[in-house]
């Protein structure tokens, strides 16, 4: 069974950069689209943008594009979400999750089990 | 404000059928993008539950199907159990935004 496995919870201070990671397998890494899905404390899901692993193409959602960068390391199938310079608001679990190949925009099928960054000074 | 709406809450008694509608526009589901609906229990990763607009994952119950029609769709909890109870969110792709959107969400409480 496929497995997207996150890094562990962060605590970190306003103005601080950050890189969460999501470690997948050969197979998906190659073949499927990995999205990022942020769930900010007792509100719903947005999705925030992916990465195609294969050539590193990069799609962005309107509300995060700047202010978040998505990559990846082939050389150990992971992704990453990163910040530069984190705000209070950015207070939220981060979901990576892969999107599924059944048809053009798909939905996403299998999911990480979450990284909680909490920002605090 | 999201683009796709969902109702805040639906509740049946064991046993019934309750419908979660989602409500989207011609940049998307009406656009004919596929709707993909995700089953989350507090402090737990989503699950999709359907995707594709009508087809469920092996090891989703068949009490669970979903259905489309114009800007709309819908998913169905037939025969609802106790442990359905949970958030449910739908999902499709906005053509306008160039971006996977997501529903608010539905909290599903069974009496």
């Known amino acids: 069974e496929e497995q997207l496995e996150q890094s562990g919870a962060e605590v970190k201070k306003p103005a601080e950069s950050l890189k969460i990671s999501c470690k997948v397998s050969?197979?998906?890494?190659?073949?499927?689209?990995i999205g990022w899905v942020r769930q900010m404390p007792g509100k719903g899901l947005e999705w925030m943008g992916m990465i195609y692993p294969g050539d590193s193409a990069t799609k962005y959602s309107p509300s995060f594009q700047g202010q978040v960068t998505i990559s990846v390391d082939k050389s150990i199938t992971t992704a990453y979400l990163q910040w530069s310079s984190l705000k209070a608001s950015d207070t939220a679990i981060y979901y990576c999750?892969?999107?599924?190949?059944?048809?053009?925009?798909?939905?996403?099928?299998?999911w990480g089990q979450g990284t909680m960054v909490t920002v605090s000074s | 404000q999201s683009v796709l709406t969902q109702p805040p809450s639906v509740s049946g008694a064991p046993g019934q059928r309750v419908t979660i509608s989602c409500t989207g526009s011609?940049?998307?589901?009406?656009?004919?993008?596929?709707v993909h609906w995700y089953q989350q229990f507090s402090g737990t990763a989503p699950k999709v539950v359907i995707y594709d607009d009508t087809n469920r994952p092996s090891g989703v119950p068949d009490r669970f199907s979903g259905s489309r029609s114009g800007t709309s769709a819908s998913l169905a909890i037939t025969g609802l159990q106790a442990e359905d109870e949970a958030e449910y969110y739908c999902q499709s792709y906005d053509t306008r935004l160039s971006a996977y959107v997501f529903g608010a969400g539905t909290k599903v409480t069974v009496l």
């Open positions: 050969r197979n998906t890494f190659t073949n499927h689209w």
């Open positions: 011609s940049s998307n589901i009406g656009a004919e993008y596929a």
């Open positions: 999750a892969r999107h599924s190949n059944s048809r053009p925009f798909s939905g996403l099928d299998v």
